[in-house]
């Protein structure tokens, strides 16, 4: 069996194959990616109140659970900065970007050592998420997408992103999964906090 080291809670442990391909995640290896939720894409996306509810909720489980927060926005001066709605926390990092994908020197610089998963959502699904996770991947991450964050102008191309990057070895599953399997035990310290964004009543219906 192939191990890869990394660093868990200040310790190395052992990753075997088999963990890495469940997707199973861990608060202490995880990072959260939000790309390109800007002001000129918001209003042409399908379902884009779906993608700003998630960014909003992901980015601020991301603060409760301690992980990193990276946030692009693909070349502002013409498509504008993050939407407004969008409610960043103070620990998140916003890099400019003109390449379609994610993965700039910039961001790469910018994750800890010990970060071997990342959560992804965002917009244009077939486009920017879809090539940040091939170079995510191409680097030795496992990614995450969360589905009901994540979209395009044409559910067609959201559809066959989300098709594409099952192909690829993406896991694609929901934010709330994602936060849950983060947590994994109701007597985890972060629990509450997370399951008490969980309970939004104003969580849009996300087309999937």
């Avoid at 993050?82 to 990092?93: I, Q, S």
Wanted: with cysteine.
């Amino acid at each position: 069996i192939f191990f890869r080291f990394i660093r868990f809670n200040g310790s190395p442990f052992k990753e075997t194959t088999q963990m890495a391909r469940v997707g199973r995640l861990a608060k202490s290896s995880t990072a959260f990616f939000l790309c390109d939720v800007q002001e000129k894409f918001v209003p042409v996306i399908k379902h884009a109140d779906s993608v700003v509810w998630v960014s909003n909720y992901l980015s601020a489980a991301s603060a409760v659970l301690n992980c990193p927060l990276i946030v692009t926005e693909q070349y502002p001066k013409g498509l504008g900065h993050t939407f407004t709605d969008v409610r960043l926390p103070e620990h998140a990092k916003v890099f400019e970007k003109t390449r379609f994908s994610m993965c700039t020197d910039e961001v790469l610089a910018s994750l800890p050592t010990v970060v071997s998963d990342v959560v992804l959502f965002g917009i244009e699904a077939h486009v920017c998420i879809q090539q940040t996770a091939m170079d995510l991947l191409e680097k030795g991450y496992n990614v995450h997408v969360a589905a009901d964050g994540t979209s395009s102008q044409r559910q067609s191309d959201r559809l066959m992103a989300f098709e594409r990057m099952r192909q690829m070895g993406v896991f694609v599953s929901t934010s709330e999964s994602i936060l849950f399997q983060l947590t994994k035990d109701a007597k985890d310290e972060h629990f509450k906090a997370v399951s008490n964004l969980s309970k939004d009543p104003s969580r849009p219906d996300c087309g999937l």
